[in-house]
């Protein structure tokens, strides 16, 4: 697999997949890792999410923002590891972006409920996995 055949099936899976897989650093040193809900995605560039602001994970980004997203299709065995930095966001507007009626069964008072939060994944590199091909790229190579 070329290196323009693995960056162009792993922009269709990160396009394809509503759940991902984030990790973080835990306080301890050791990985920490938990599915999220991918709520937007720029390309492979920017990888957005939300979350309660109380949750563990806001803390431990804040200490250390270097973290990895994988997405993976399970039924063909593909798999896309990103890596990169991850952000902490409440500013009115990045909020309003993600914001969905159904929040609201999380979020009572709303998009300015303060236990809501926004993240946003930027990538540096990723490595793609399929049929035993093995593809790592720097984000720089991905032409969106």
Avoid at 1 to 8: C, G, L, Q
Avoid at 25 to 44: A, H, Q, S, T, V
Avoid at 93 to 122: A, I, N, Q
């Amino acid at each position: 697999m070329t290196k323009n055949e693995a960056i162009k099936a792993a922009l269709e899976l990160a396009n394809k997949a509503e759940i991902v897989m984030l990790g973080t650093n835990g306080d301890n040193g050791y990985p920490n890792i938990k599915g999220m809900i991918k709520r937007e995605n720029e390309g492979l560039r920017t990888i957005w999410f939300s979350t309660n602001t109380s949750s563990r994970r806001v803390p431990q980004i804040m200490k250390d923002p270097k973290t990895c997203v994988y997405f993976v299709d399970f039924e063909k065995w593909k798999g896309l590891m990103l890596v990169g930095t991850i952000e902490i966001l409440q500013d009115p507007k990045s909020k309003k972006r993600l914001w969905e009626d159904t929040d609201l069964r999380y979020y009572s008072e709303g998009v300015t409920d303060p236990d809501y939060t926004v993240m946003r994944f930027t990538t540096e590199w990723g490595n793609y996995y399929h049929k035993l091909s093995n593809v790592t790229f720097n984000i720089e190579e991905v032409g969106e």
